[in-house]
């Protein structure tokens, strides 16, 4: 993991704490349900757009793991960077999904069992801080999404502008 991807989590994670912190005398698990389920349609959602996405866009990065002895190295540092992005994008909202799961699990027992605690209030902050944390990992995948796919726009123009080029120059 570089340095810039470990700053963008405790960035992350400091938000996180900062915004449960000033919601934890007013928010309740009542009104996380809609952000929880908005969360969860959304990381299923890009997690399947971006897993589609792979498999179809770059087959010889499946058949690599299908097949590895007619695996073939996959072209070029862009497609590279551009597979990379797609499954950490794939990564986050698994990771997020496994989150929500874990948060419904837990969450029950945890107000049952420690409801008239003295850390209470503290536990609710890490609730909130949780939520928080997994809907800015969820944001960031969504705008990896949004930047490969500009980035697929660009390569498209780029090799018709080529083309067009060549074609010019045949002529």
């Known amino acids: 993991m570089k340095l810039k991807d470990i700053l963008i989590q405790v960035a992350f994670l400091l938000i996180s704490v900062a915004f449960a912190y ?42 690599r793991f299908t097949n590895p002895e007619k695996f073939s190295l996959i072209k070029g540092v862009e497609q590279t960077n551009r597979i990379r992005s797609l ?15 874990i948060f419904n699990l837990i969450t029950p027992y945890v107000q049952y069992l420690l409801k008239d605690s003295s850390y209470y209030s503290i536990i609710r902050t890490v609730g909130i801080t949780t939520i928080n944390y997994l809907a800015l990992i969820q944001l960031q995948a969504i705008i990896r999404i949004m930047s490969n796919n500009l980035e697929f726009i660009y390569s498209l123009m780029k090799v018709k502008a080529e083309n067009e080029a060549h074609d010019d120059l045949s002529k």
């Open 22 to 63: 000033l919601g934890s005398e007013f928010i309740t698990l009542e009104n996380l349900k809609n952000v929880i389920v908005t969360l969860q349609n959304v990381s299923a959602a890009v997690f399947t757009l971006a897993g589609i996405w792979v498999a179809y866009s770059y087959p010889e990065a499946i058949s």
């Open 87 to 101: 499954v950490l994008t794939i990564f986050s909202s698994a990771l997020v999904l496994v989150g929500i799961v």
